[in-house]
C-alpha cells in the first residue's frame, strides 16, 4: 500500500504523560500536514511542512505540542503533559506542490485516536 | 472560518443519484472547490476538484454554476458504501499553505 500510513491507530493515555504519533507520507509529497478532529466536527489544521521545513503552525498548537520531519519523509507529533481536552482524532495529510503547478489535492492517513483518560 | 454552506443532512435511496450542493459565494478567481469525504472512523477522502469547468472521474461529477457561487456533487448511482460526511472545501493552489478548512459537512446517509 502506498497511502499515507500513521502508527499508531490508537492510543490511550493517562492525563500528564507524553504521546508521540509518526506519520509516513506518500513517498514523492514534499508537503506534510497535521489535523486534529473532534467528536462531530469537521478536521482543524494544526500545522505543515513543506520538505523539512515547518512553515506554519495554527493556534491551536499549544506549547505542549510539538512536530518535526526531521529528514522530510516521515513526521512525528508529540503532545506532552496531555489533558484531558487532547482527546481527538489527530490525522495526518500529504501532498505534492511544485512551483509552478502549486499544491496538489491532499491525500490523508486512517488517523490516529487519542483517549486521554 | 469555512467559505463553504452546505445542508447538514441528506438521504438518498440506494441506485439514486445523490447531488450534494455546495454555496461558496465568496470564492475568489483563482481558488478550487474541493471535495472530500469522510466515512465514520476513517481518514477523509478525495473524491474530486474543479476550477470553472465540469468535472468527471470515476468516482463522482462535479458541476460548478457559470458564477461559480456554487457547485453540486454528485454521485449518481450511490450505494450503501457512500454513506459518509461530505465536505465541499475552496482554497488556492499558489503562494499559500494549502491547508484545508473543513467546515460541517453534509452527512449523506443512503438508505436500502
Not at chain 1, 512551483?99 to 491525500?107: A, M
Not at chain 2, 469555512?2 to 465568496?26: F, I, V, Y
Not at chain 2, 476538484?49 to 456533487?73: F, Q
Request: hydrophobic fraction near 30%; charge should be positive; proline fraction near 5%.
Amino acid at each position: 500500500d502506498t497511502g499515507v500510513s500513521q502508527d499508531p491507530r490508537h492510543k490511550i493515555t493517562k492525563r500528564g504523560q507524553n504521546v508521540t504519533f509518526r506519520c509516513d507520507p506518500i513517498s514523492e509529497h514534499n508537503r506534510l500536514y497535521w489535523y486534529r478532529q473532534t467528536l462531530g466536527q469537521g478536521p482543524e489544521f494544526l500545522t505543515y511542512f513543506q520538505n523539512e521545513a515547518q512553515l506554519e503552525k495554527s493556534r491551536l498548537l499549544s506549547d505542549r505540542f510539538s512536530a518535526e520531519r526531521p529528514k522530510g519523509s516521515f513526521s512525528t507529533l508529540e503532545i506532552q503533559r496531555t489533558e484531558q481536552g487532547d482527546s481527538a482524532m489527530y490525522l495526518c495529510a500529504s501532498s505534492l506542490a511544485l512551483i509552478k503547478q502549486g499544491d496538489y489535492e491532499q491525500y490523508f492517513g486512517p488517523g490516529t485516536r487519542l483517549t486521554v483518560t | 472560518d469555512a467559505k463553504t454552506t452546505q445542508p447538514p443532512s441528506m438521504d438518498c435511496a440506494e441506485g439514486r443519484a445523490a447531488n450534494l450542493p455546495c454555496n461558496h459565494s465568496t470564492i475568489s478567481g483563482n481558488e478550487y472547490v474541493y471535495w472530500y469525504r469522510q466515512i465514520h472512523s476513517q481518514g477523509p477522502q478525495y473524491i474530486i476538484h474543479g476550477l470553472k469547468n465540469n468535472e468527471t472521474n470515476e468516482m463522482a461529477s462535479l458541476i460548478i454554476t457559470e458564477d461559480r457561487k456554487s457547485s453540486t456533487l454528485i454521485l449518481p448511482h450511490a450505494t450503501l458504501r457512500d454513506t459518509a460526511v461530505y465536505y465541499c472545501i475552496v482554497r488556492g493552489r499558489s503562494g499559500n499553505t494549502g491547508k484545508l478548512i473543513f467546515g460541517q459537512g453534509t452527512t449523506l446517509q443512503v438508505k436500502p
